[in-house]
């Protein structure tokens, strides 16, 4: 280490703590890699591997990846198994005494994404934490991009096999274990194969009971968690601050469940009917999604989602979401409008979890303000509703009016990606700032004129006033015009046909200037903050209102549903009887020629038919009406026609 470079031995140090992940270490405006991680990356991204002098004989291995499109690179590495530290610059390199400090920011792994560009919009990016104690478990899940945290305990029955059926539940990104289950090989092996997931194994400590309760009573009010539910809870918790490094607020609530709460779905179960993706090829068309799905925000797509991922059992539960959709495809102009309002509302979940965690940028916040700005519409059509679920949504949506005016007031239309070059906030939002940009602004025309001045007491005719980040502000002459350059200039650069110079009159020109642009883009940072910090504290209201608009949005699309596809209100009860008069397989039906699909019934009952025997030859369609009883049953149990 004694011989390495003061940089190499940062790079070391810091690579020691994260060494199961690929440390991007910022130079620049590059992320690098060395060494092992250089290698790796130069592999699987395909990049060119060169090397750097690090104060050894030979030259540390090598690669790296532009800062300002780093995304797609993550993405791949992420997608291949592999966790990313992201380590930055934490002071300017120009002002930086010795070596620039530097620490790692984030860990990014399979479960803890939080770039849109990286996720399914229509999709939950779920995190599972399991503790086992004795073939027992307790679940904790999150997805840190919408910030739901839900959690459950298997105690009773074939346990394993309900974990899996929960697991098959959330489709998980990644799965965080404790070391019992993590040992048992056959299980792991089973869950990976299975669900084609990543496995982290943290330590034992992380599950411990103190450790979690106090977690469990740090992030929630309700503290009603039980053991084992408690374990994974708490782990999972730790595990988010130790890979996100910020204070998680917008994880405000958790939901505790029983799995006998729902409709029991084994993975199998789930596999066969193709609830959200086929058998064959794994892709969402052809599956019972693909055909239910008229949703129009992303929000709504991914609460569609979990109702059929957790069909509900208790009849006044279903018929309270069968009579919102009721009423909704009733009142046709009603919903057309809704939706047509819908439309332009973005993924506000999201948006407010790059708030809290702080990627967030300007152009997430105009869509933010978009977004509030469709909700007094959307209200007013709702008032007039009936059906206690949508009383509820009509009562839960918060018009957010002070949030659309901040960054109404404060944020100009159409703002660059970054955040800390400037030219995100209106001038008239700050005095000071206004003051500053006038500074500036004036600068630059007191340039124009002194290059005017310049060319007419000298009488170089092609005489021009030029800037770069080396010399900043110049006069540039050419060849033909040196006879003419005053004593009074000072030579800073020769080039083929040119020379360049400066004067004490520009110099002070350009200290003005550059003073005011430095001073302007820092303050427009330290506003941006403080709009950030403003929206953040509004978290629950915001959320709230994003839990409500995803509601409207799929009971709005099940209304749909049912109107275009002439589906008919169902009869639920306990009786334990099935009737279905011309049923029709809802994906079958469109995968056919219009029309052809052929009716039929089902008659099941707790009397003289308690079972029916099909029979018929091969491809007669003897799975598909079985198919057809089930996935009828399973969308009126989610509160659909």
């Known amino acids: 280490m004694e011989k390495l470079t003061p940089m190499m031995r940062q790079y070391l140090e810091i690579k020691e703590q994260y060494k199961d992940c690929i440390l991007f270490f910022r130079l620049g405006d590059f992320y690098e890699m060395f060494f092992e991680d250089a290698e790796i990356v130069s592999r699987e991204l395909e990049i060119t591997l060169t090397g750097r002098d690090c104060g050894l004989e030979e030259r540390a291995p090598m690669c790296g ?30 002002l930086a005494k010795g070596i620039v400090k530097r620490e790692v920011v984030r860990v990014i792994t399979p479960g803890t994404v939080t770039e849109l560009s990286m996720l399914d ?93 106090e977690k469990v009573n740090y992030y929630f009010d309700d503290k009603k968690i039980e053991e084992l539910s408690v374990n994974a809870c708490g782990a999972l918790l730790s595990y988010l601050e130790q890979t996100q490094k910020v204070n998680l607020t917008h994880i405000r609530e958790i939901k505790s469940y029983q799995i006998e709460e729902y409709m029991s779905l084994d993975v199998a179960t789930r596999w066969h009917l193709e609830l959200t993706e086929t058998m064959r090829d794994k892709t969402r068309k052809g599956s019972l999604i693909w055909v239910m799905d008229k949703t129009v925000t992303s929000m709504g797509g991914r609460t569609l989602r979990k109702w059929l991922e957790q069909p509900l059992i208790k009849v006044a539960d279903i018929e309270e979401r069968l009579e919102a959709v009721s009423e909704l495809k009733d009142k046709y102009m009603v919903r057309m409008e ?69 960054i109404e007031k404060s944020i100009i239309d159409d703002p660059p990606v970054t955040v800390k070059e400037g030219g995100i906030i209106k001038a008239e939002y700050n005095e000071e700032l206004a003051k500053l940009r006038q500074a500036a602004t004036d ?129 639920v009860d306990e009786s334990g009887v099935i009737i279905i008069e011309e049923g029709r397989h809802p994906v079958v039906e469109k995968m056919m020629t219009s029309g052809s699909f052929v009716p039929n019934d089902t008659c099941l009952d707790n009397d003289e038919n308690r079972i029916a025997i099909i029979t018929g030859p091969n491809m007669a369609g003897k799975s598909t009406y079985m198919r057809q009883v089930a996935l009828i049953v399973l969308m009126a149990q989610i509160g659909s026609f």
């Open 338 to 406: 809704i939706r047509e309002y819908l439309k332009k509302v973005y993924d506000i979940e999201r948006l407010m979890s790059k708030v809290i965690i702080g990627n967030v940028n300007c152009r997430d916040l105009i869509s933010l303000k978009e977004s509030i700005s469709q909700i007094p519409s959307i209200k007013s059509l709702l008032k007039n509703c009936t059906a206690q679920l949508n009383v509820k949504n009509y009562q839960g949506l918060h018009t957010l009016q002070d949030i659309n005016v901040l």
């Open 65 to 94: 990846v532009p800062f300002h499109s780093v995304n797609p690179y993550i993405s791949k590495l992420i997608n291949k198994g592999y966790k990313v530290a992201i380590c930055e610059q934490m002071e300017d390199p120009a």
């Open 121 to 213: 919009e229509k999709k939950n990016n779920f995190l599972l934490s399991v503790f086992s104690s004795k073939d027992l478990y307790g679940i904790a899940a999150v997805d840190i991009t919408t910030g739901e945290f839900l959690t459950t305990r298997i105690i009773w029955g074939n346990t394993f096999s309900k974990l899996l059926d929960e697991i098959a539940k959330y489709s998980p990104s990644e799965i965080i274990v404790n070391t019992e289950l993590f040992n048992d090989i056959s299980k792991k092996n089973e869950i990976v194969a299975r669900f084609n997931t990543y496995i982290n194994r943290l330590d034992d400590e992380y599950f411990r009971l103190d450790n979690s309760i």
């Open 443 to 571: 600068g630059k025309k007191w340039i124009a004129e002194l290059e005017a001045l310049e060319k007419e007491k000298t009488g170089i005719k092609n005489l021009k006033v030029g800037f770069n980040k080396v010399f900043g502000y110049y006069i540039e002459v050419t060849k033909s015009y040196y006879s003419l350059v005053p004593d009074n200039y000072i030579r800073k650069q020769t080039l083929a046909n040119c020379e360049r110079y400066i004067t004490q009159e520009l110099k002070e020109l350009e200290e003005t200037i550059l003073y005011a642009e430095e001073k302007s883009v820092e303050l427009e940072y330290k506003i941006f903050t403080e709009i950030k910090d403003e929206i953040a504290s509004h978290v629950g209201r915001i959320k709230t209102t994003a839990s409500c608009l995803s509601e409207i949005d799929v009971i709005c699309s099940l209304a749909e549903l049912a109107d275009r596809e002439n589906y008919c209100m169902p009869e």
